[in-house]
């Protein structure tokens, strides 16, 4: 139960408390700044406590937003203002500050932005909130709030401002309507994702039944599958309903679901007697990588200085012009997208035709993409920041290994151009991949290879990555490392050894992802002692190279396996740790279409 405080005398015929009491709040009266704040005090410690001006007109949702937000310490429109447990001191002082204002709640607001407490005011669009004075502008101001559609504007907004074009004309007109149908019978976001995650793997399921009408079940459970994921967010930003926990699943199930239905297709394949394990964890590795180059260009540039070039003007101008906005969001295969197009070549074709046109397809869309990206970078001239440069180390993953040689060669690395990480990052990643390729199976030249490959990632990371192009160097880690044991696993030519490899990259690919959500909220990478007892990405691809030369192939397949055991183990630990605690960020993703 949350408190709110009426700080003034009632208004005949207001429905204000009653709106309130809907949203949760226990309503009390207060006659002015101090009895607000002796009210205040005896509310309970944990609880929100919110000061609301009797005179308020305004939508019911204009308050939902201002007052039930659980993602803001504080938060106001006119009239009124919240404050979680962990700003309640804060608005103590402030409302000490405010003393007679005519408008407590908005002088209570003014005064919290002067204790240092971030107030967050809600974009209401066409929504009214307001504190009229007079018996003429409450008309006006209650006319306002007839002439809007309050339940149509949460409706609207419980959508995502921008997203792919299948999910904006295909998916949301309707599931946003399955989203308020969940919120009327009080099911929450993390159960509509679980159920998501529960149907795409159901529909794995299916495709590794390897029957078409398992394959056309399946396709038809993944579409269904993305509605729900679709519906999820639509319902917490419909409701509110913003969690830790919701963060953590929305961040990872996902990339879940998709994996698990590559595996499905797989196994179906190989009961028809196809093996496509090879085309299977290719898909997943370029889809990885692909991720990889979005997160770290997004965090080189989250809050560089000058950071402008023609490339992004241009981009800019063709916003204006509609169908261009959507041939770039469509050709870059986002989510929506992606799975329609599996769903489809999954009824209606075999999986190997849905792999080939799978890596196809986002092979042309990473070109795309990341020519776009090194265009800007090098058109651009930003000055990049200590924190960017922190955050595409922690997004590089190092382990003991390159940490070694990173300070070993420290000295050396300053006198080197500034294009030198990326070039160092990729060189090394070739030379490992090369030699695995051409090399014999079991040909110590590959750990000879992986020994070059972690000598180089130390150089590369040995000073800041401030550099124009220096967020190409956790792609080009990620790309080395995932396409090592790629390439060891297809040559080992023994049954399993590609599965396990497929379960081995997945384990470290989620490792890699719950960093990216871990800075996306501002909480910093994943300790430093995990990432050293991972081995770092120099330091698993050393022990894979050396399994593939001690090991026959069979033993290798077991080792493959243990060492996908043991890392998933140990990083979902810590992530289920780190994501269920009070300390955890409540983020969502607003941004771009995965």
Known sequence: MSTAILTGAPVAGSSLEGDLRELGFDVRSAADAADAARLLAEVP??????????????????????????????????????????????????????????????????????EGVSVHWPELGSLVASVPTGAQQRHEARAAV???????????????????????????????????????????????????LLTALVAAGCAATGSRGGFVAAGLLLLFSFVLDCTDGQLARYSLQYSTMGAWLDA????????????????????????????????MVLQTVRHVVDFSFNEANHDATANTSPTAALSDKLDSVGWTVWARRMIVLPIGE????????????????VFWVLLIGCALAACYTTAGRVLRSLTRRARRTDRAAQALADLGDSGPLAEGFAAAFKGAARKLPGFAAPVIAAVGAAVMIATAAFAGWGSPWVCVAALIYAVLSGIAVARPLKGALDWLVPPFFRAGEYVAILVIAARSEVNGALPAAFGLVAAVAYHHYDTVYRIRGGSGAPPRALVRATGGHEGRALVV??????????????????????????????????????????????????
Do not use: M
């Open 338 to 353: 992606r799975w329609a197009l599996i769903a489809v070549l999954t009824a209606c074709t075999t999986p190997r035709i």
């Open 252 to 283: 990872t199930f996902d990339r879940a679901k998709e994996y698990a239905y590559y595996a499905g297709l797989a196994l179906g394949a190989a009961r028809g007697g196809d093996d496509v394990w090879a085309l299977a964890l290719g898909a």
């Open 146 to 196: 007839s002439a809007v559609d309050d339940e149509a504007v949460r409706l609207r907004t419980a959508v995502k401002s921008r997203d792919g074009f299948f999910t904006t004309y295909c998916i949301s007109p309707y599931s946003r309507y399955l989203a308020r149908w969940c919120a009327r019978r009080g099911f929450t976001p993390n159960q509509v994702t679980t159920a998501s």
């Open 45 to 114: 410690a944990g609880r929100r406590v919110a000061l609301v001006d009797p005179r308020f007109v305004g939508h019911l949702h204009s308050l939902r937003l201002a007052l039930t937000d659980p993602r803001f310490p504080a938060a106001a429109v006119t009239g009124a203002l919240t404050a979680q447990p962990e700003a309640r001191a804060a608005l103590t002082r402030a409302l000490a500050r405010a003393g007679s204002a005519e408008t407590l709640p908005d002088a209570a607001a003014e005064a919290l932005d002067a």
């Open 545 to 594: 190279t050396l399994a593939a030369a001690v090991l026959p192939p069979s033993g290798f397949t077991i080792a493959l396996t243990v060492l996908a055991g043991a890392l998933a183990l140990l990083v979902l630990t810590e992530s289920i740790r780190f994501w269920v605690s009070s300390h955890a960020p409540a983020v969502h993703d607003e941004g771009e279409p995965a």
